[in-house]
């Protein structure tokens, strides 16, 4: 079977930038409350006409710009969302679409909801080694503000919207390394969005955060070990960015304080299942992107409680 590897990343935002003093004339917050509870300075809300499906597409096409691929050399989209208002056509459907795709391109989209990206970037993977894909474009993209209940000063300082996308390939080398992944079913009420609750996105934060700070660093130990890593042979790490409180003590807590923490929550807010590859795109863009053969940990955790994590090699 053939090795698979991440040959290129993309990503999507909206032009609007909501700072926490925008947040202040809207519920009872702080900008100094936000920032040391979450690490949220700013983030970014998609305008009512900007739908999942356009900015799935719009990371799509920065990621093709940047790495100019023939259409039909691409066989597979997924898209990992839990915020599409469609049922059907599917997001995946709507980008193939989009991008003017003619030659049947397999197209499904995840709903792991914050873990969407890991569990999607596993099923391409699978695909490619089983032979039934050679090129897959993998796309996390949510519109979570259309499942907020801006008047929760809890949950509204947290969500934001965006979109970030890889191509993954067939490769002669390993860049990818076998998921890890999971749900913890007595935490699935923990990260929700429900008909009870009239769609809007609600968390048991307290139970996530135990979660997270006490069983979070074992799963990830785990990858490491299946990539066939010692931590301190990890070069970066891009978690789920739901929090910066949970973000910032991982590397010490996994025995790998060299690795380069993704902190782009600071900026972009809490996008779910575009979190990953929004933040990892946003690295590579940077002027100081991650260098070519880092060994980069993606690891994802949300709704259900799922996740799911492995670690790539940086093209």
């Known amino acids: 079977m053939p090795g698979t590897r991440i040959v290129a990343t993309g990503h999507h935002q909206p032009s609007r930038v909501v700072p926490n003093s925008e947040l202040e004339t809207m519920v009872e917050t702080s900008d100094e409350w936000i920032t040391q509870r979450v690490g949220i300075r700013e983030r970014r809300w998609a305008g009512p006409e900007e739908t999942v499906a356009d900015m799935a597409l719009a990371a799509a096409r920065n990621l093709l710009a940047k790495h100019p691929t023939e259409l039909t050399d691409i066989d597979m989209i997924v898209v990992a969302t839990c915020t599409a208002q469609d049922r059907s056509p599917n997001t995946a459907a709507r980008v193939a679409t989009g991008l003017g795709m003619e030659h049947n391109p397999a197209a499904l989209d995840v709903n792991t909801a914050c873990s969407g990206f890991s569990h999607s970037v596993a099923v391409a993977q699978q695909a490619i080694m089983a032979g039934a894909a050679t090129r897959a474009l993998v796309i996390g993209a949510e519109?979570?503000?259309?499942?907020?209940?801006?008047?929760?000063?809890?949950?509204?300082?947290?969500?934001?919207?965006?979109?970030g996308a890889v191509l993954i390939e067939a490769s002669e080398t390993d860049g990818i390394s076998?998921?890890?992944?999971?749900?913890?079913?007595?935490?699935?009420?923990?990260?929700?969005?429900?008909?009870?609750?009239?769609?809007?996105?609600?968390?048991?934060?307290?139970?996530?955060?135990?979660?997270?700070?006490?069983?979070?660093?074992?799963?990830?130990?785990?990858?490491?070990?299946?990539?066939?890593?010692?931590?301190?042979?990890?070069?970066?790490?891009?978690?789920?960015?739901?929090?910066?409180?949970?973000?910032?003590?991982?590397?010490?807590?996994?025995?790998?304080?060299?690795?380069?923490?993704?902190?782009?929550?600071?900026?972009?807010?809490?996008?779910?299942?575009?979190?990953?590859?929004?933040?990892?795109?946003?690295?590579?863009?940077?002027?100081?992107?991650?260098?070519?053969?880092?060994?980069?940990?993606?690891?994802?955790?949300?709704?259900?409680?799922?996740?799911?994590?492995?670690?790539?090699?940086?093209?």
């Open 143 to 163: 519109k979570l503000t259309d499942f907020t209940d801006f008047t929760d000063r809890s949950t509204c300082v947290l969500t934001a919207d965006g979109a």
């Open 178 to 315: 076998p998921v890890v992944w999971g749900a913890v079913p007595t935490l699935s009420d923990a990260v929700r969005i429900e008909a009870v609750d009239n769609y809007k996105f609600a968390q048991n934060g307290n139970a996530v955060y135990r979660w997270t700070t006490r069983t979070l660093p074992e799963i990830v130990k785990g990858i490491i070990v299946k990539a066939g890593l010692e931590p301190t042979e990890l070069d970066a790490i891009v978690l789920h960015q739901a929090n910066l409180r949970i973000i910032e003590p991982l590397a010490a807590k996994i025995g790998a304080p060299q690795a380069r923490i993704a902190t782009d929550v600071t900026v972009s807010g809490n996008t779910s299942a575009a979190s990953i590859p929004l933040a990892l795109s946003k690295l590579q863009e940077s002027d100081d992107p991650l260098k070519p053969g880092s060994k980069t940990l993606l690891f994802g955790f949300g709704g259900g409680l799922s996740y799911a994590g492995q670690v790539i090699t940086i093209p």
